[in-house]
């Protein structure tokens, strides 16, 4: 998908800007399409999967529409329309009926295009010979141009996708036509609707996944049964609630839509435990006493995520370190019982995951604080190891302790996933090759943990269960 980097680089795929100007006005009534029985199997699971992939950005890693309408197109004026466009004054449809009249081009030049500016994801022919020998179809969804996609497939010998996107047709003397078949009549903004595109195949498939990266896949995300999010689109969704799986090309996608979860490390404080508020009165004593200015409940949150003896190392005078740490866990050992409760929907999730998942836990806090805890809320018996600082393993973000997990889990990275709520925890999963699923909450945004590289962002912990359910079983 193209995106909005300059306002002269050309047309480029519907949906106004996200903090302003217009958005498609679609709602939920049907588009008038006219619907094409369609021929599909059922894969071994008997369940009748669709996935469609949007192109520029994601089956082809770079964008072609603002460069190929740049390249070919006569003055000047498209500038104007863009600048409407950018304004949310218009849609990508009427910026395509604007400059088509002024583009000149043939078909060679058109591939001799693609050749410099088209480039096909390394992994999509493993992905679509993948899927086909699931029984699963696979669409293009684009608000580019269908010559543009056919010529890129057409290089790499690929064909028999069924692709829905503008119509580029040429008119001889380098004169070219745009049209946008595929258009919500009612609507008219998207050249491609793929949101209708989604509602066109709702019953005729049984789950209906989208792939896709930016800008005109947001409204098709909000009706597909899963996303899997490229780029600025896992951002949107995260940003939205919308659920969606990271992906960062199609080599990992078939391994990310079938895998088994095995394993499940958590984090402890502010995952499985409220101890924001014991953590930021011990800090407080100790900095009173010794003296240093105190911290905000969110400051203690994101200034002390790693271990305690790190941050204190790194916060206080070298000559005070030991001393506060004394003071800290003196304060804390008196307090941390009286003030520390489960978050909402812990002992629901953990439940409906025993018999099914390994689980344990992987925290910065000191391993002894870590048992107990578990041990006053009834954790202990669900969890295969709890691990914590100073139990002999480097604290996170560092992945030590992860690796010890997965030994005493007997699982793979692969099949093991760490769910915190911060950013170290996203980098502790990936410094140990594991993927995080983070839980946004009042500290740390949804969208701060997907800027961060999440490969889910959770609103509650209680998405997890189905979360970790393979999408193709």
């Given at each position: 998908?193209p995106?909005?980097?300059?306002?002269d680089?050309g047309p480029?795929?519907?949906?106004?800007v996200?903090?302003?100007?217009?958005?498609?006005?679609?709602t939920?009534r049907?588009?008038t399409?006219?619907?094409?029985?369609?021929?599909?199997?059922?894969?071994?699971?008997g369940?009748?999967f669709l996935?469609?992939?949007?192109?520029?950005?994601t089956v082809?890693?770079?964008?072609t529409?603002?460069?190929?309408?740049r390249?070919?197109?006569?003055g000047?004026?498209?500038?104007?329309?863009?600048?409407?466009?950018?304004?949310?004054?218009?849609?990508s449809?009427?910026?395509?009926?604007?400059v088509g009249?002024?583009?000149?081009?043939d078909?060679?030049?058109l591939?001799?295009f693609?050749?410099?500016h088209?480039?096909?994801?390394?992994?999509?022919?493993?992905?679509?010979e993948w899927?086909?020998?699931?029984?699963?179809?696979?669409?293009?969804?684009?608000?580019?141009f269908?010559?543009?996609?056919?010529?890129?497939?057409?290089?790499?010998?690929?064909?028999?996708?069924?692709?829905?996107?503008?119509?580029?047709?040429?008119?001889?003397?380098g004169?070219?036509?745009?049209?946008?078949?595929?258009s919500?009549?009612?609507?008219?903004?998207?050249?491609?609707?793929?949101?209708?595109?989604?509602e066109?195949?709702?019953?005729?498939?049984?789950?209906?996944?989208?792939?896709?990266?930016?800008?005109?896949?947001?409204?098709?995300a909000?009706?597909?049964?899963?996303?899997?999010a490229?780029?600025?689109?896992?951002?949107?969704?995260?940003?939205r609630?919308i659920?969606a799986?990271?992906?960062?090309g199609?080599?990992?996608?078939p391994?990310?839509l079938?895998r088994?979860?095995d394993?499940?490390?958590?984090?402890?404080?502010?995952?499985?435990?409220?101890?924001?508020e014991t953590?930021?009165?011990?800090?407080?004593?100790?900095f009173?006493?010794?003296?240093?200015p105190?911290?905000t409940?969110?400051e203690?949150?994101r200034?002390?995520?790693?271990?305690l003896?790190?941050?204190?190392?790194?916060?206080?005078k070298?000559?005070?370190?030991?001393?506060?740490?004394?003071?800290?866990?003196?304060?804390y050992?008196a307090?941390?019982?009286e003030?520390?409760?489960?978050?909402?929907g812990?002992t629901?999730t953990?439940?409906?995951?025993?018999g099914?998942?390994?689980k344990?836990?992987?925290t910065?806090?000191?391993?002894?604080y870590?048992?107990?805890?578990a041990?006053?809320?009834s954790?202990?018996d669900?969890m295969?190891?709890?691990?914590?600082a100073?139990?002999?393993?480097?604290?996170?973000p560092?992945g030590?302790m992860f690796v010890?997990?997965?030994?005493?889990a007997?699982t793979?990275?692969?099949?093991?996933?760490?769910?915190?709520?911060?950013?170290?925890d996203?980098?502790?999963?990936r410094?140990a090759?594991?993927d995080?699923?983070?839980?946004?909450g009042?500290?740390?945004?949804?969208?701060?943990l997907?800027?961060n590289?999440?490969r889910?962002v959770l609103?509650?912990?209680?998405e997890?269960p189905?979360?970790i359910?393979?999408?193709?079983?």
């Amino acid at each position: 998908m193209p995106r909005r980097e300059r306002e002269d680089t050309g047309p480029r795929s519907c949906f106004a800007v996200p903090f302003g100007g217009r958005v498609c006005s679609r709602t939920t009534r049907s588009c008038t399409y006219e619907i094409v029985p369609v021929m599909n199997t059922r894969n071994a699971t008997g369940t009748n999967f669709l996935i469609l992939c949007d192109f520029d950005g994601t089956v082809s890693t770079k964008d072609t529409v603002n460069r190929l309408v740049r390249e070919h197109i006569l003055g000047s004026e498209w500038r104007f329309h863009v600048k409407r466009y950018m304004r949310g004054e218009i849609g990508s449809k009427e910026v395509y009926e604007e400059v088509g009249p002024t583009m000149r081009m043939d078909p060679a030049q058109l591939r001799e295009f693609v050749q410099r500016h088209a480039e096909l994801d390394p992994g999509f022919p493993a992905f679509l010979e993948w899927a086909r020998e699931l029984g699963i179809d696979v669409k293009i969804v684009s608000d580019g141009f269908d010559a543009t996609i056919h010529a890129l497939l057409d290089m790499h010998g690929i064909g028999d996708v069924e692709i829905f996107a503008n119509r580029l047709e040429f008119r001889g003397n380098g004169r070219v036509t745009l049209g946008s078949p595929h258009s919500d009549s009612e609507c008219g903004r998207c050249g491609t609707c793929k949101r209708g595109i989604v509602e066109r195949f709702r019953n005729l498939y049984d789950k209906i996944v989208l792939i896709g990266d930016g800008e005109s896949d947001r409204h098709a995300a909000a009706e597909a049964d899963v996303v899997v999010a490229l780029n600025e689109l896992f951002v949107y969704c995260a940003r939205r609630g919308i659920p969606a799986i990271r992906a960062d090309g199609f080599g990992e996608i078939p391994h990310l839509l079938t895998r088994r979860i095995d394993a499940i490390a958590f984090d402890m404080d502010g995952t499985l435990i409220d101890s924001l508020e014991t953590i930021t009165d011990s800090f407080n004593h100790m900095f009173t006493v010794l003296g240093y200015p105190l911290m905000t409940v969110e400051e203690v949150a994101r200034k002390t995520s790693i271990s305690l003896k790190d941050f204190v190392h790194s916060y206080l005078k070298p000559e005070e370190a030991e001393r506060g740490i004394s003071i800290f866990r003196d304060y804390y050992d008196a307090v941390y019982l009286e003030k520390t409760s489960l978050m909402p929907g812990v002992t629901e999730t953990l439940e409906s995951l025993d018999g099914k998942i390994v689980k344990g836990v992987v925290t910065n806090k000191r391993g002894h604080y870590a048992r107990r805890l578990a041990d006053e809320f009834s954790l202990t018996d669900g969890m295969a190891r709890i691990i914590g600082a100073q139990d002999g393993f480097r604290a996170k973000p560092a992945g030590d302790m992860f690796v010890e997990f997965m030994r005493s889990a007997g699982t793979t990275c692969e099949n093991t996933v760490y769910v915190g709520d911060s950013p170290i925890d996203v980098h502790a999963a990936r410094n140990a090759c594991i993927d995080a699923f983070a839980v946004a909450g009042p500290i740390f945004s949804a969208e701060e943990l997907a800027l961060n590289g999440a490969r889910r962002v959770l609103r509650s912990i209680e998405e997890l269960p189905e979360a970790i359910l393979p999408v193709i079983p």
